[in-house]
């Protein structure tokens, strides 16, 4: 849910100034994941900065800057704070590391003392950025508070930079004065429970940094300023011992977001690995809880091998253009995220050739697929209701019974999945912290798992045994937009893969499969709709409720519509199944209650039609969607606003019918002064429990 950056130059001249703006800049782009504070470390002006790392010589304090609020008042706070101090920002470094964080709070409330990076105590001998939960965070608060630690904050983190001062501390009592950074950090995840991806820096490691992870997600990025004799792409072993002089920028970062107008050379940091960034090396250690103390010294474990990999990202594609917002732009490029969706999956075939979906990632699977029990979607939010809205043409065209679980209660529960069973689990980030949990429980319990994300090396698609990735390209906004447009598109090429090429189902596929062709055109022309969805939040700005009422393939888009309009314009609104509505929700109707029906050309239209009249008999304030030219059908005596959408194929209506809702889920939040791309008390990357 947090975000964590950190900067190092190597042999390289860069002022403070210039660091902190890389820092600061880092953070902007990693806002989305947490914004209620922040923080930022760098080293003071001590010569000794620059110093090989010894024991024997200590830098001086590290300063650090904590804020409450966004990233902009973290900014602002710095260069005041510079301003009253005699802190130069024109002094350059050759070597210098730096530390920052942007917070989405879980334990303690925003403020600069829960703010990261969380140090060891005065002096900030050790100093960590944190992203994720340590469980068992109490009981090392208790022991190092019996070793006359303090503590300040309220924080789990906080345990962290003094565990790591309680574990050098003690190997250099007991005579291990060749103690490294990464034996003491090795030491310290020993003890750790939870998922975090955390960064370290200490003045007894002067230029180092050490980051690590289990569960939350972290990136590295190199960028060589000059390029060395030899290309090759990997850190042997004698490269991470020895000094490397080519001058470099190296880049810690909990998304390749924060990356891409850096360097598009990245390696995603696995569970369990320690990266050590030392004398511009580049060591990568692989964490062994079974290994402890080995003869009274820290343990020493063997360099691992790792290649580099190119991110397939420009920068324009995390900027926001001519756009006001980012949900604005990611509503507006659902055209063009589609058509990447798609891309090299449809094949249309010639005149005697069937068309047919191919899903590279899934065809050495779909045997066993066919074969399952039962198909179980597995997700939360938004990657649940796309999934929901997928599950009638999935269970139409394979015929295996399709359920749908919700990660955080089928843990609850510990409901039963059974190796029969293929679990599909669908995340845009493929670092949801239910949604892994799940996976590890169907895992054990050996069913097939189906990952689908929109993160290439995320979590969910490295662990699950096949996938498919949406490409709906990097979405920033909170509130996810094109992301749910791609993952039902996915996993409607997901039920034509399945369905296989059977002669009764064959028309019906075509058909879907030509409606998949001609969406991106149907999208772009609801999408022009937004003027009018922006005078229909004028009009229902002051209004402090609204429901949707949806029926087969659009109970989901009930849902999500209403999701949307909660998290972002913080109106209370809720999805209703429509054949539900008599069985208590229709108290509420009168008046003054703005409901929307979702009414468009399906096999459920005539019970949609029904109940429109049941509504108005109790005079309903309705706002109805339909198809083109079904205003007549829907509106009894005009006395309902329509919004026209164009007709697809039932099972690709969701796509379409969604638009219209996440338009006015915008403009209602603008209207009514709310920041659209940071809701209140949300993030981005739910990576906590």
């Known amino acids: 849910m947090c975000g964590i950056f950190a900067y190092l130059n190597y042999n390289v001249n860069k002022e403070?100034?210039?660091i902190l703006q890389v820092l600061f800049n880092g953070l902007r782009r990693l806002e989305?994941?947490?914004y209620d504070s922040a923080g930022v470390a760098i080293d003071s002006s001590d010569p000794n900065t620059k110093s090989a790392s010894n024991n024997s010589i200590i830098s001086s304090p590290t300063l650090v800057f904590r804020r409450e609020g966004n990233i902009e008042s973290l900014v602002k706070s710095v260069y005041q704070e510079v301003a009253e101090t005699d802190l130069n920002l024109e002094e350059s470094f050759s070597i210098h590391a730096g530390i920052a964080h942007t917070r989405w709070a879980t334990h303690g409330e925003p403020a600069p003392r829960n703010s990261h990076p969380q140090t060891s105590g005065d002096g900030n001998d050790f100093l960590v950025v944190h992203n994720g939960v340590i469980t068992n965070y109490e009981v090392l608060k208790e022991t190092l508070v019996r070793h006359g630690f303090t503590f300040e904050s309220e924080t789990d983190t906080e345990v962290i930079p003094k565990l790591a001062k309680f574990v050098f501390d003690k190997a250099n009592e007991e005579g291990d004065q060749t103690v490294t950074f990464s034996q003491v950090v090795l030491e310290v995840m020993r003890h750790l429970e939870g998922a975090y991806a955390l960064i370290f820096k200490s003045r007894h490691y002067p230029n180092e940094l050490i980051a690590c992870k289990r569960g939350s997600p972290l990136v590295l990025g190199v960028k060589e300023l000059t390029e060395p004799m030899s290309n090759a792409s990997v850190f042997h072993d004698d490269k991470f011992l020895s000094k490397n002089d080519h001058p470099k920028e190296l880049f810690l970062s909990s998304d390749a977001n924060a990356l891409v107008e850096h360097t598009k050379k990245v390696l995603v940091i696995e569970d369990g690995e320690v990266v050590h960034l030392k004398d511009g090396?580049?060591?990568?250690?692989?964490?062994?809880?079974?290994?402890?103390?080995?003869?009274?010294?820290?343990?020493?474990?063997?360099a691992v091998e790792r290649a580099l990999s190119v991110l397939e990202m420009e920068v324009e594609q995390i900027n926001k253009g001519s756009y006001e917002h980012y949900m604005q732009k990611e509503i507006h490029e659902q055209p063009e995220s589609l058509k990447t969706t798609m891309r090299g999956r449809l094949i249309r075939g010639g005149s005697c050739k069937a068309k047919t979906v191919l899903l590279g990632g899934l065809k050495d699977h779909l045997k066993t697929i066919r074969r399952s029990r039962r198909i179980v979607f597995i997700g939360c939010g938004t990657s649940y209701n796309a999934a929901l809205a997928a599950r009638p043409i999935l269970e139409e065209l394979s015929g295996v019974p399709v359920t749908m679980e919700i990660a955080s209660d089928l843990l609850d529960r510990q409901g039963p999945i059974y190796r029969e069973d293929t679990a599909v689990f669908v995340s845009q980030?493929?670092?949801?912290?239910?949604?892994?949990?799940?996976?590890?429980?169907?895992?054990?319990?050996?069913?097939?798992?189906?990952?689908?994300?929109?993160?290439?090396?995320?979590?969910?698609?490295?662990?699950?045994?096949?996938?498919?990735?949406?490409?709906?390209?990097?979405?920033?906004?909170?509130?996810?937009t094109k992301a749910y447009t791609s993952q039902i598109v996915v996993m409607a090429m997901l039920a034509l893969a399945i369905g296989g090429d059977t002669i009764s189902n064959e028309a019906r596929r075509e058909a879907i499969i030509d409606g998949l062709f001609d969406l991106p055109n149907k999208v772009r022309e609801v999408l022009k709709l937004d003027q009018e969805m922006k005078d229909l939040a004028k009009l229902l700005i002051a209004e402090q409720s609204l429901l949707v009422f949806g029926r087969g393939y659009n109970y989901a888009t009930a849902l999500e519509g209403a999701l949307k309009v909660k998290e972002v314009s913080l109106m209370h609104s809720e999805g209703i199944l429509a054949g539900e509505m008599k069985h208590g929700p229709l108290a509420l109707v009168d008046e003054n209650l703005p409901i929307v029906v979702i009414a468009t050309r399906d096999a459920c239209f005539s019970k949609q039609q029904s109940v429109i009249q049941q509504l108005h008999a109790r005079r309903g304030r309705l706002i109805v969607m339909c198809s083109k030219g079904d205003v007549a059908a829907v509106c009894p005596g005009e006395s309902c606003r329509v919004i026209e959408v164009p007709q697809v194929e039932d099972c690709l209506q969701p796509v379409v019918n969604i638009i219209p809702l996440q338009l006015l889920a915008y403009h209602l939040t603008v209207l009514r002064g709310f920041n659209v791309d940071q809701p209140r008390n949300l993030a981005k990357s739910v990576t906590t429990q």
């Not at 090396?281 to 063997?302: C, E, V």
């Not at 949990?437 to 990952?451: F, M, S």
């Open 429 to 480: 980030s493929g670092e949801t912290a239910d949604t892994l949990l799940a996976l590890e429980y169907a895992l054990d319990n050996g069913a097939l798992c189906v990952g689908i994300t929109n993160t290439v090396g995320s979590a969910i698609a490295r662990l699950t045994h096949c996938g498919v990735h949406i490409n709906a390209g990097a979405e920033i906004g909170v509130a996810s």
């Open 16 to 18: 403070r100034r210039y």
């Open 281 to 302: 090396g580049i060591s990568i250690l692989k964490f062994d809880n079974d290994k402890g103390k080995h003869g009274g010294s820290l343990s020493r474990p063997a």
């Open 32 to 34: 989305y994941r947490g």
